[in-house]
């Protein structure tokens, strides 16, 4: 196999280093003249009859955030122009909190979103360790929203959606939402030092751990107002691109990989507990990878299954390769075995041959069954959050937050 597809050799971080450059290259038309992020078309350019997501707002500071540490020229005029867009029309002045979709016409999605605010609260730290005068301000009132309106402390986890006056909460419960907290939670608690951040991490990860052990490690996704699992949930639309039914392989690789990083920063002097959690993240990967990986006959990750593990959403997403990249280096840097290693190579291979756009840049964000782009789910390629952070996360500090390590060049060490 060529090396560069290879864990730790000089070729793979190189050929990493170059995906980068290209991708951030790739973003540089993403801001409407508000600064919230256009939705990006094949080559780059925007297609502004899309909503303009706030999450994908949030996304892009957190990309430029990092290409900002990476001393990528023009990082912090595009941070500039999504901080203002989150500090301006992306924010619902007369409700409190941020819509979840500006619409070309010049109205809003009329809903808010557990999902939109997990994002923001991470575009809020990246502001703050990028130095951004408004900066805290962004972060503060995230968290502050956050806390009022998503934050369950009694459950322990966090609500998905409410109407845009936030009098009316929806009784879907989701894990999609709660992970993205997950990752935001950690991210702030490094930046603000507040560890009760972590800890509700740790709450979230215990059910998590609980629902997908009993469940042969294929992670439920939906649950009801009680958090009582519904296991048939969008049936009759299985390619949903938030509520897809069933199992989806790749949440069961990014959870394994936040599981990860929770672990080795809570259980920093307890090997024995982060270890617990560390076997659970390998039980997680394992599944997905066997249900999930070349399953149907030809590369690549499908995007859902049934709760058996056969197929049904066949179409990859690129957002699922980038996951699996991120999380087969870190548990082989952790583990040593050589299955993560050979799956991380495996990854590398399938994202050079079929996902990388040699022609006009970026990854493309949905295939079809035989490989080739599709784009009944993501049309486009929208933003460069999974792909951008699967370029870094293989060889920084498992243990940190992925702005916080670059930011300190905290790479992986033994």
Partial sequence: MNKKYLIDTEENKKFLEEIREDLLNFGHQFPAPDGTCYYLGDDGTPWKEYNRETYATSRMTHVYTLGKFLEHEGSDELINAAVGGLMGTARDKENGGWYSALTPDGGHAENKLCYAHAFVILAGTGAVLAGHAEGEKLLQDALKTYDRYFWNEEA?????????????????????????????????????????????CGRIIDRVIGWAGNNEWRIPEHYT???????????????????????????????????????????????????????????????????????????????????????????????????????????????????YADDYADFMEYLDDKVLDHDKGSWFHQMDQNNVPNGTVWPGKPDLYHAIQATLIPYYAPDLSIAVAVKEGKKYSR
């Fill in 225 to 339: 107002s009680e958090w009582v699992p519904d296991m048939e949930c969008n049936k009759e639309h299985p390619d949903d691109q938030f509520k897809p039914y069933g199992a989806t392989p790749g949440h069961g690789l990014e959870w394994a990989r936040l599981i990860t990083q929770w672990a080795l920063s809570t259980y920093k002097d307890d090997k024995e507990k982060a270890a617990k959690y560390i076997a659970a993240s390998e039980n997680l990967f394992n599944r997905a990878v066997e249900d999930g990986w070349n399953s149907d006959g030809a590369p690549g990750i499908v995007y859902t299954t049934d709760w058996d593990g056969k197929p049904i959403v066949h179409d990859r997403m690129h957002w699922v390769l980038a996951e699996g990249i991120n999380t087969a280096a870190v548990l082989y840097h952790l583990t040593g075995k050589q299955k």
């Fill in 156 to 200: 322990g986890m966090s609500c998905d959606t409410w109407n845009t006056e936030f009098t009316v909460m929806d009784p879907y419960r989701g894990l999609n939402a709660n992970m993205h907290t997950v990752e935001a939670f950690l991210a702030a608690a490094d930046v603000t030092k507040d560890e009760k951040y972590r800890v509700r």
